[in-house]
């Protein structure tokens, strides 16, 4: 899913799109329909992407490696 632009959004890209010399706007037509087209591109939904936390280790000893990976910064810093 892409990001959708109301009319007046559009009408402000062609304003400044219709500019452009006709090379650049036949270049840009081509990349515009490529997108379209592109194969293989599947749609990947918050759903695929949510899950049950996986690991062998217990609470406790993931809690242990996450205290003991922090850096203790004790910069004395002086303000004048």
Do not use: C, H, P
């Not at 959004?9 to 379209?36: H, P």
């Not at 996986?54 to 004048?80: F, G, H, M």
């Amino acid at each position: 899913m892409g990001l959708a632009l109301t009319n007046k959004t559009i009408d402000k890209y062609f304003g400044f799109l219709s500019r452009l010399d006709n090379g650049s706007k036949k270049k840009l037509i081509i990349k515009l329909t490529e997108s379209i087209e592109e194969k293989g591109k599947s749609d990947v939904s918050l759903k695929d992407l949510s899950g049950e936390w996986e690991d062998s280790r217990d609470s406790d000893e993931i809690i242990k490696e996450i205290r003991n990976s922090r850096v203790n910064k004790q910069d004395d810093i002086e303000l004048q």
